[in-house]
Structure formats: structure tokens, C-alpha cells
């Protein structure tokens, strides 16, 4: 059910301007309906200006008149269409580490490296919240620290989660798989059965030249002994 925008304004001017049992209202506004007896009673929510469902477009006039014709009817709130407008924007930007941390990046590197080399550099920038020149020169052993630089679990470090991790080795897993399965269809198709190649004709030229190397090997061997 959508949630009304302010629920007890909005009792206050059904309970004014319509004939709707308190019930529905409470039903419609999400209150209890002692709570909208007090309102009609101006013991609850004194001083409160009654907010218009209509006029702000949570409510048409039509459920209104089919609620009071049915006291057993429950009115449905209509989605405003300006809500979509406050969802905050939940792009994730670039992973934040502590100072303190930062220096255990390399280590991490190697370790990801070394052990999940099915991950690419993007995934391991977003993962630890490094650059992908950091991952190349940690890689190729250019990093000014290399000397120095240790494998270690990113997550012992605390770098990242082991669900985090988790899911990217697994994302990975998965794009490589279906890789190579699509490289394996191409080459089932390109290839020919062998024997669709290898024909009656062509084996027996090929068992006529045998015989021929193998001839000429024994005479070349008897005249070289004879000569001697």
C-alpha cells in the first residue's frame, strides 16, 4: 500500500469535508481509528490544516464516492508521481579506505593477483578501491615497493568483505566459463571430421609412399655395403 504523506492532515480534511466512517479513514491514513474519533472530536491534532488527498493526488474523487456509498469499501491511495523524485541516487562511487590502510593495497594486489587471476583490474579497483596503474606496476613488479610487497587476504586486511570477494570471483567464474564454451562451439564448427578427410584413396597413396621410403632405404643400404 502506498504510504500517505501526512497522514493526520490528511484525516483532518476527510474527516471535514467527507461522510467516510472513521474506520476508513484510519484504514486510508494508516492510524487507529480512536485516533481519528479524536480528530473529529478536536481533541487530536488541534491546530492541524486538513492536506487535500485530492488536490495533491494521492486520492480521486471517484474512490471517495464509492467509499461513502460502501462503509465496507477500503480506499486505495494512488502513487504520487513525484515520489520517484526523492530516491536517492544509490550509484556507488569509488570504495573509501583509510589512510591507515592504504598502505596494505599493494599486498592486497598480489595476493588477488596471485591467487584470483580470473578477476580483471576493474574488479579489483572497485574491490580494494585502488587504480588500475597501482594493479599493473604491483603485476609487472615496477611498484617502487616491490621489493617489500607481501600476499595478503584483502579481507584479513579489511580492505573488503568476504562477500564482496565472494561475489566477484564468482561473477568472474562465470563470464570465463561461458567464454570459453562459446570459443568451444566455434571450434566444433570449423573443425572437420576426420573421417570425412581421411578417404580410402588417400590412405592408400599414403601406404604406397611408406613403401617406397622403406625400399629405398634398404637398397641405399645394401650399395653403401657393397661399396665398402
Not at 544509490?90 to 592504504?102: A, D, W
Not at 593495497?105 to 584470483?116: E, G, Q, S, T
Not at 574491490?127 to 579481507?155: F, Q, S, Y
Request: glycine share 6%; proline share 7%; with cysteine.
Amino acid at each position: 500500500m502506498t504510504e500517505v504523506l501526512m497522514p493526520k492532515a490528511t484525516a483532518v480534511w476527510l474527516v471535514d469535508n467527507t461522510s467516510l466512517t472513521f474506520e476508513q479513514v484510519a484504514e486510508f491514513c494508516g492510524l487507529h481509528p480512536l485516533e481519528v474519533k479524536g480528530i473529529a472530536d478536536g481533541d487530536v491534532a488541534q491546530g492541524v490544516r486538513g492536506a487535500d488527498p485530492i488536490g495533491n493526488g494521492q486520492l480521486t474523487r471517484s474512490e471517495i464516492e464509492k467509499a461513502e456509498a460502501d462503509p465496507k469499501y477500503r480506499m486505495t491511495a494512488i502513487k504520487p508521481k513525484y515520489a520517484d523524485l526523492h530516491q536517492p541516487n544509490r550509484k556507488r562511487g569509488p570504495r573509501y579506505t583509510p589512510l591507515s590502510r592504504r598502505q596494505t593495497r599493494p599486498d592486497a594486489i598480489a595476493w588477488l593477483v596471485r591467487n584470483h587471476p580470473e578477476l580483471t583490474d576493474g574488479q579489483i579497483s572497485k574491490l580494494i578501491g585502488t587504480t588500475k596503474t597501482t594493479i599493473e606496476a604491483v603485476r609487472d613488479r615496477t611498484h617502487w615497493n616491490a621489493p617489500n610487497i607481501k600476499p595478503t587476504d584483502p579481507v584479513s586486511l579489511g580492505l573488503c568483505s568476504q562477500i564482496d570477494l565472494d561475489a566477484a570471483v564468482a561473477k568472474s567464474s562465470a563470464r570465463r566459463a561461458k567464454m570459453e564454451k562459446e570459443r568451444a562451439d566455434a571450434g566444433e564448427d570449423a573443425l572437420v571430421p576426420t573421417e570425412e578427410t581421411a578417404t580410402p584413396d588417400t590412405e592408400a597413396e599414403t601406404a604406397k609412399r611408406l613403401d617406397d621410403i622403406d625400399l629405398e632405404t634398404l637398397f641405399g643400404g645394401n650399395q653403401s655395403g657393397s661399396t665398402t
